[in-house]
């Protein structure tokens, strides 16, 4: 079955950077629109960044624009978000997911897989 598996996650100062990865296994990699979401306790899981299969096209969240970094690599099938700037409030369990539908998708319900999370704690 698909794996998606996130690292890089852990605990950083405000303003601080850091950088989460997702090595899928089984699928195409490359035939997948790739997302990153996040979610803390009692709230419904919110969409951070997209990237199409391509990498060439992506689209951020209003709250991230300008701090986060999504990019991929077909040959290695991962995805990574790059966070600079970190604050309190991205603290959260991020994780990807595939989508196998065309270009950039938002939406969670529209991604096929998920991985199992891992957690960003920034501290102020």
């Known amino acids: 079955q698909v794996q998606l598996v996130e690292s890089g996650g852990g605990l950083v100062q405000a303003g601080g950077s850091l950088r989460v990865s997702c090595e899928a296994s089984?699928?195409?990699?490359?035939?997948?629109?790739m997302g990153w979401f996040r979610q803390t306790p009692g709230n419904d899981r919110e969409f951070v960044a997209a990237?199409?299969?391509?990498?060439?096209?992506?689209i951020y969240a209003t709250s991230v624009k300008g701090r986060f970094t999504i990019s991929r690599d077909n040959l290695k099938n991962t995805v990574y978000l790059q966070m600079n700037n970190l604050k309190p409030e991205d603290t959260a369990v991020y994780y990807c997911?595939?989508?196998?539908?065309?270009?950039?998708?938002?939406?969670?319900?529209?991604?096929?897989?998920w991985g199992q999370g891992t957690q960003v704690t920034v501290s102020s």
């Open positions: 089984r699928l195409t990699f490359s035939r997948y629109a």
């Open positions: 997911a595939a989508s196998s539908l065309v270009g950039l998708v938002i939406r969670n319900q529209l991604y096929n897989h």
């Open positions: 990237v199409d299969w391509t990498g060439i096209e992506t």
